[in-house]
């Protein structure tokens, strides 16, 4: 099998191009600078160069910077992804979209695919709307939507893990909020996932998510403790961190479609920063 992957400098591509890679599948990634989406004829040539049986959109831009920029982040998610689906129906290859776990709303509990949606943000909106652009242009489409994101290597600018530990070797006390809830998600574990559902063949949506759910304070404790800091962790209010986009109290993800396509559950939320954590410090000599 081929598979084109898009941002593929980004952390959750860069872990779907070593597993697809690590199978024996042929994958080619196009960094943003190589191919921009967005235009039409960039993607058919691509797509007619590559001929992939498989295409996969990774992330766009930041929730915060779609609130601000809003035209950026429909361009990116919505635009784009109607482009990829079609030229992926025109090619006959099968889509991935990843999008988001922002779709929901504040309370607190596990959404699942079958909950209606809560857009409060230009973000979720972006994205909502992109899955909706990919379905409609391509009938064999998944959409994947992901947890609270960590992984790829210390280089990414989006790895929470390695960036809260970096904060801790700085500071003596780390300050989190405790009334914002999300499934922390490791792009390995993800990635993985993700490959399975494609070779399913069983087009739909799909949370995908490390088992369970915490508050940011429980995530970032998490951390700390598992890279062994003696920072302490502070819960706080999350107004002490005021943004530009009203981003959900909740972003829980039920993941009921995996269990009823018959795939196992993914490794529980803490377990998969130990192991993470574990291989940063082989990996990059972290003491």
């Known amino acids: 099998m081929k598979v084109l992957v898009t941002g593929s400098h980004g952390m ?131 959409i994947v939507r992901p947890g609270w994101l960590y992984g790829g290597t210390p280089d990414h600018a989006r790895n929470f893990v390695y960036q809260r530990f970096l904060e801790g070797k700085r500071e003596k006390v780390l300050r989190s909020a405790d009334d914002k809830f999300g499934s922390p998600t490791y792009t390995g574990d993800l990635a993985e996932k993700t490959v399975e559902i494609v070779a399913s063949g069983e087009y739909g949506v799909y949370h995908v998510t490390n088992s369970g759910g915490a508050s940011r304070y429980e995530y970032v404790k998490c951390i700390v403790d598992a890279f062994g800091l003696s920072t302490a962790v502070e819960p706080v209010d999350s107004s002490s961190f005021p943004r530009a986009a009203p981003v959900p109290d909740c972003e829980q993800l039920e993941n009921l479609n995996l269990k009823f396509l018959g795939l196992q559950a993914m490794p529980d939320w803490q377990e998969a920063i130990h192991r993470y954590v574990s291989q940063l410090k082989r990996d990059q000599r972290i003491p």
């Open 12 to 142: 959750l591509a860069t872990d779907l191009v070593r597993t697809w890679s690590a199978m024996g599948h042929e994958v080619v990634g196009f960094s943003l600078s190589q191919l921009d989406i967005t235009r039409g004829t960039q993607v058919r040539e691509a797509v007619e160069g590559v001929r992939p049986d498989v295409i996969v959109c990774t992330p766009g831009t930041g929730v915060d910077v779609c609130e601000a920029e809003p035209e950026q982040g429909y361009l990116l998610h919505t635009w784009a992804a109607g482009m990829l689906a079609r030229q992926s129906q025109r090619s006959g290859a099968a889509f991935v979209y990843i999008s988001t776990c922002g779709l929901f709303g504040d309370e607190v509990k596990f959404y699942s695919e079958y909950d209606p949606v809560q857009l409060k943000t230009k973000y979720a909106g972006s994205k909502f709307l992109g899955e909706q652009e990919a379905v409609r242009a391509c009938r064999r489409t998944y």
